[in-house]
């Protein structure tokens, strides 16, 4: 797998500057093109949302206020766009068509403004992307962070790698892989290959409590041998503390700056009410992480 175009949804500029260098420095990394996306207001989800019972003028004041809204923060994630390519010296290409790959060519990056359902214009770019970027989704309610990552990861088949509001200064020098034998979790690594390869060292975590039926560690370290990826295996876990913080307690130990992990290997909703692997990381790490399904 080679990566050429990462895509990177920026819905405002919260957190966004850690998203915006780690997406950076992947397109640095491997030569490849960095598409930034922003989802503006579709006046079609603004419409229902007014209620019955109002006159033509709130309605038309309540339009106004959400285009005027959306047009800001247009403003503002484009800014933080321009400043940023500047800064760092990649060239901006434009394109023809949100999904034009036109002049795409080695390091450059491009800014595409979309009107329309955030779901289905990220899934649909993500689908024609190598790996996606996102921010951290903020757990006290940023809606609009969480839909998107749910978007790429149930509707795309595209890995993502999730950036915390600080980035870690390196990026994929030591990578864990959680493994749990499941087809998420082995997503996971097809989509991080690329990153693996050039890991200077590479660990595969398991835990009894974490592993369900299929391939075991050792078997992943077989495969990832066949790639010329050299890793080591170590098992976590205690009786006290739930999986993934176990799991994030080893990555700290061992230095890493990258976690390689499925998600949702249980449904969706039992975690979202009971709590698990994904939950945890998703609301606590401190790394980048690697997430597919």
């Not at 080679?2 to 950076?24: F, K, M, Q």
């Not at 006159?55 to 005027?68: C, E, N, R, W």
């Not at 709590?275 to 690697?290: A, Q």
Request: glycine fraction near 10%; charge should be negative; proline fraction near 5%.
């Amino acid at each position: 797998m080679c990566i050429r175009r990462i895509l990177l949804p920026l819905a405002g500029v919260s957190h966004a500057e850690s998203a915006l260098d780690v997406g950076g420095a992947m397109a640095r990394m491997f030569d490849a093109h960095l598409a930034v996306l922003h989802v503006g207001t579709d006046m079609q989800e603004v419409g229902p949302l007014v209620g019955e019972g109002l006159s033509g003028a709130m309605v038309q004041d309540m339009i106004a206020s959400a285009l005027k809204e959306s047009a800001a923060r247009l403003n503002a994630v484009r800014g933080l766009f321009d400043a940023f390519a500047t800064r760092e010296q990649i060239p901006v290409v434009a394109v023809d068509s949100p999904l034009s790959p036109v002049g795409m060519h080695g390091l450059s990056a491009s800014f595409i403004a979309h009107n329309g359902h955030t779901r289905s214009v990220v899934s649909f770019q993500a689908r024609l992307s190598d790996i996606v970027v996102l921010r951290q989704p903020n757990p006290e309610g940023d809606v609009s962070s969480s839909d998107t990552l749910h978007a790429v990861l149930f509707e795309s088949g595209r890995g993502v790698v999730i950036v915390p509001p600080v980035a870690p200064p390196a990026l994929g020098r030591r990578i864990c892989i959680g493994w749990n034998g499941t087809s998420e979790a082995a997503s996971a690594i097809h989509h991080a290959l690329p990153l693996l390869k050039r890991a200077e060292a590479v660990h595969i975590l398991h835990s009894p409590a974490y592993q369900r039926p299929g391939p075991e560690a050792r078997h992943v370290r077989s495969f990832l041998s066949l790639h010329g990826v050299m890793a080591n295996i170590h098992e976590f876990g205690s009786d006290s503390r739930p999986v993934g913080e176990d799991m994030l307690g080893m990555a700290h130990t061992l230095g890493a700056d990258m976690m390689v992990m499925g998600a949702y290997s249980h449904s969706r909703l039992r975690q979202m009410i009971l709590g698990g692997v994904t939950r945890h990381m998703l609301e606590n790490s401190d790394i980048i992480i690697i997430m597919s399904r």
